[in-house]
């Protein structure tokens, strides 16, 4: 029988991020997932204060770290998985359809010949079905993209950790309006999670909140199957696929997609310093 996780939520508010801590026992094995590093955009300055306190608590519960995990190349949040490697050691791992994501964005930000678009700035990139072990607990990936050709669930015990696939049932779904998504795609990846058991716990890469409700992170496949605004049970596909790229067209575009996305399509690492020393990011125009 497959051993379910202890699960511990640190929240970004800034960008309304959910890291996780999934581990199996105190003093056992554990795994990171989408691990924040904080970013000031005004002053194009980066800090560790949260990735930090997931360490912090990893030391605290005498856990050894064995995955540093990324549900995708997200493009709200620069990720932390380089510091986390860095500072606990552990296997980077995302999608292996991050190859996809990759050169997309090779094209969008003119990088230059030699930015690999093979995956290799991750040390393990994950097929639908691909289990691994982190103590006595399995985790498996299902493939789940539509947001970004990337995405996967980390399915683990009686848990799923769906990114941002699905939110909350009372804000609905992920947008697909990034390059590569696609809302049918995203149709079809919902249903897959909503066909786990129904006392699946299923938890979000974000929430916001709406009406002024506590945040949550952790609904149930039960729950979306009834309640969820967009994709609940009965919705047809070109009813969600018209509702989904309607709503598409009204959103604006994340306040960090420029600067977050081509750090992290390279693993959470920066870009390579220039002659001078200085890192740089570009920032395209009218790229949206």
């Known amino acids: 029988m497959t051993a379910n996780p202890i699960v511990e939520i640190f929240f970004e508010e800034e960008t309304f991020t959910a890291s996780y801590l999934i581990y199996d026992e105190a003093g056992g094995h554990s795994a990171v997932l989408d691990v924040v590093l904080d970013y000031d955009p005004e002053h194009a300055r980066t800090s560790t204060k949260s990735a930090d306190e997931i360490i912090a608590r990893i030391n605290e519960l005498k856990l050894t770290n064995l995955y540093v995990l990324d549900s995708h190349a997200h493009a709200d949040h620069i990720s932390a998985a380089a510091y986390m490697k860095t500072e606990l050691g552990g296997t980077t791992a995302i999608g292996a359809r991050i190859t996809h994501t990759q050169d997309i964005f090779k094209g969008i930000y003119n990088l230059d010949e030699d930015f690999k678009t093979d995956g290799s700035q991750f040390d393990l990139l994950l097929h639908d079905g691909d289990s691994f072990a982190v103590g006595a607990l ?123 996305i081509q750090i992290n399509i390279r693993a959470g690492n920066f870009p390579e310093a220039e002659d001078n020393g200085q890192r740089y990011l570009k920032i395209p125009f009218n790229f949206l």
């Open 138 to 260: 399995t985790f498996t990936a299902m493939h789940t993209p539509g947001h970004t050709p990337a995405c996967i669930t980390y399915r683990v015990g009686n848990c799923a950790f769906v990114g941002d696939t699905l939110f909350q049932p009372d804000y609905g779904t992920a947008r697909c309006d990034f390059p590569g998504g696609d809302a049918a795609t995203l149709y079809t990846s919902v249903q897959k999670i909503l066909a786990l058991p129904a006392e699946t716990r299923l938890f979000t890469g974000h929430d916001y909140a709406p009406d002024d409700r506590p945040f949550e992170l952790e609904t149930t496949v039960a729950k979306q199957r009834a309640h969820n605004i967009h994709i609940s049970e009965g919705v047809s596909e070109r009813a969600f696929v018209t509702m989904r790229e309607n709503r598409d067209k009204t959103l604006s575009a994340p306040r960090l997609l420029l600067p977050s």
